[in-house]
């Protein structure tokens, strides 16, 4: 059974930075593409940062310039480096990857349980 385990959220203070990591585990064929989307109470979950395998990556323009994601493919994780991090970005972020799993033919989308960060003074 595939999981996606999310660490390192936590309360922080506008202008500070905070790393997110991600950790998928279980019966792994491979793994596309993963990522980071973040939602906040009321609202709907967005895409933050996204990471294919040969490390190519694209992200929100609300966070171009702030937030660098990176991959290790051999560890089948992801971080999410967040700087410079204001009020606005106090969301709970969630791991995201696409994952085949041995024997399947089509991949299945999984997410992690998600992590709350807390930007405030």
């Known amino acids: 059974q595939v999981q996606l385990v999310e660490s390192g959220g936590g309360l922080v203070e506008p202008g500070g930075s905070l790393t997110l990591s991600c950790t998928a585990s279980g019966k792994i064929f491979s793994i596309n593409y993963m990522g980071w989307s973040r939602q906040t109470p009321g609202a709907g979950r967005e895409l933050v940062a996204r990471?294919?395998?040969?490390?190519?990556?694209n992200y929100a323009d609300f966070v171009k310039g702030r937030f660098t994601i990176s991959r290790d493919n051999a560890k089948d994780t992801i971080w999410l480096q967040m700087n410079s991090l204001q009020s606005d970005d106090t969301a709970v972020y969630y791991c995201n990857a696409y994952i085949w799993e041995p024997g399947d033919y089509v991949g299945d989308d999984y997410w992690g349980k998600g992590t709350l960060v807390t930007v405030s003074s």
């Open positions: 990471i294919a395998a040969d490390g190519t990556s």
